[in-house]
């Protein structure tokens, strides 16, 4: 069953060994060459579970990987159980809110002092389970770098869908997640990836005036 179809791969609900999976797909791009285009998608399915697995080793919860099918660019993983951090975020008490934020802020910043940059930070890409664990999931986007602005890209992305999604306690909610974010990587870190944040939506008002 097609859970989602984005325009680098899509994810499949499928039965595997008596278990539920996700099944993401890289289907062929009929624009790009044939050979640069299996290229592409080889890359990015070895990629993604080894990013993957380094976020596990930098403590951030991530979906398990059970197969790589590099000629066919699939990828078998974990159906994580429990709802989109999106579809919760506006539904829970101001304190629950905050607390939850907090504790995402932190996880992106274990992310991002293990050079993580995940790529797409929306709360889409967080699961909450039953037990109360955040699991970041789609690190197809995903790359490796230590590099300020990257940081400050990831982070810019992320508030700017807490302020598309979640425009009510956007503000608040991203003060939260830097808070947390803060716990994990230091104030003089954070400060420098604020001032950058701030660089980034600078550039954007210049570039839409123009």
Known sequence: MLLKKGAEASLFLEEWHNRKVIMKRRLPKKYR?????????????????????????????????????????????????????????????????????????????????????????????????????VVFVDFGLSERSKELESKGVDLHLMKRALQSTHYKFAKECFEAVMKGYAEVVGEDETKKVTEKIREIEKRGRYISER
Request: hydrophobic content about 40%; charged content about 25%.
């Open 33 to 133: 060459l044939p050979e640069l285009d299996l290229e592409i998608r080889s890359q990015r399915t070895v990629h993604e579970p080894h990013i993957i697995h380094k976020a596990k080793e930098a403590g951030v919860p991530t979906p398990t990987i059970f197969m790589v099918d590099v000629a066919d660019a699939n990828i078998i993983m974990e159906f994580v159980d429990g709802k989109q951090v999106k579809e919760i975020l506006d539904h829970v008490s101001p304190e629950e809110r905050l607390s939850l934020i907090g504790r995402i802020g932190g996880m992106i910043g274990r992310l991002h002092k293990h050079g993580i940059i995940h790529g797409d930070l929306t709360t889409s890409n967080m699961i909450l389970t039953p037990y109360g664990k």
